[in-house]
């Protein structure tokens, strides 16, 4: 692998913890309100109610129920996106045979971020699950075991959580969601590096500076054409997202009899469209355009940044 890739994996990784650890209790937010479509009675009324209860129920630890998994997820899923981009993009030149300091049609950008959302999303799959399956843990069954003051040592981590699948439905079952997870990174892919690659090529051009090299943008460029980039993404392929919340978290909240098929992507939608209609659907969304607007800001300002300063290419 070379220098550069492995400079490519590691300012991603460190972009997208760092945007993690910030956004960790509104993406529990959205997860919640997205496994409650399906329920008789919603337990929240909308995103600033779940954060009050969950606030009030659960304290800040709460707030970041299942914070290890997507620490890591964030890490697989920000290195494997950027390299990926990054080699297709070569792979382009390449085949066009371009120089490496050929600048890509916004077409072809576009195309390279679907693809590197469609490779990265069969490493996210089985890291969401387990992230999904520990942000409804306190929404279970009362008799769920806690500590004497309501704590949460007794419940099951992240390393718990993985085994139990794997017993459960074997190593396929980790990739449950895996078909709502790559429609949302496919698309959502190719919406985030096209709408990031687009701004930041119009804000150049305002100053007149004739490069699309990002290592011309300035933190604050880089940041609001970040932020462009998070709400393209979420608003492309919410739906998708819905669906896969909910079906990674049937098991705890809506448990089949033994011997039920499980869940499908199909089987899914339909069920939340005729439950809730298309509202049902984009369950979440606002809080998750709201936290993804600083939070995909704050990735490719630290990206754009290491970038720039180590010459990540």
């Known amino acids: 692998m070379s220098i550069r ?13 760092t945007s993690k650890v910030f956004e960790h209790p509104f993406d529990l937010t959205k997860v919640r309100l997205q496994s409650q479509v399906l329920d008789a009675t919603a337990r929240f009324s909308g995103p600033i109610d779940c954060l009050m209860q969950t606030w009030k129920k ?25 390299w990926t981009y990054t080699e297709l993009q070569n792979a382009f030149r390449w085949y066009e ?3 490496a300091t050929h600048q890509l049609s916004l ?7 679907s693809g590197a959302g469609c490779i990265t999303s069969f490493v996210l799959t089985p890291i969401e699950l387990v992230k999904c399956k520990m942000q409804v843990q306190m929404l279970m069954a009362p008799a769920l075991p806690t500590g004497p003051s309501g704590s949460f040592h007794r419940l099951p981590g992240p390393i718990s959580v993985l085994t139990s699948i794997i017993r459960i439905s074997g190593l396929r079952g980790l990739w449950l969601g895996q078909t709502a997870t790559l429609i949302r990174e496919t698309g959502g892919g190719a919406a985030w590096f096209a709408s990031k690659e687009a701004v930041a090529t119009l804000l150049l051009k305002r100053r007149h500076v004739p490069s699309k090299d990002k290592k011309e943008l300035r933190p ?19 739906p998708a997202d819905t ?10 909240l809506r448990p089949r009899a ?31 355009v709201a936290r993804a607007i600083p939070s995909s800001a704050l ?13 990540a290419q």
Do not use: H
């Open 5 to 17: 890739a492995l400079k490519d994996i590691t300012f991603g990784s460190i972009a997208g913890m």
């Open 58 to 82: 659960e304290g800040l630890r709460g707030l970041y129920r299942g914070l290890p998994a997507p620490i890591v997820g964030a890490m697989a899923e920000n290195a494997s996106l950027f």
């Open 97 to 99: 045979k371009q120089p």
């Open 107 to 113: 077409g072809q950008l576009a195309l390279a971020g």
């Open 220 to 238: 604050w460029e880089s940041a609001v054409s970040g932020a462009a980039a998070g709400v393209a993404y979420n608003v492309a392929l919410f």
């Open 243 to 252: 669906v896969k919340s909910a079906m990674q978290t049937e098991a705890e």
């Open 258 to 288: 033994a011997g039920e098929p499980g869940p499908t992507f199909l089987g899914t939608f339909r069920a939340m469209y005729g439950a809730q209609g298309i509202r049902g659907l984009y369950a979440g969304c606002g809080i998750t």
């Open 299 to 311: 990735i490719f300002l630290i990206y754009d940044g290491l970038s720039k300063r180590y010459g």
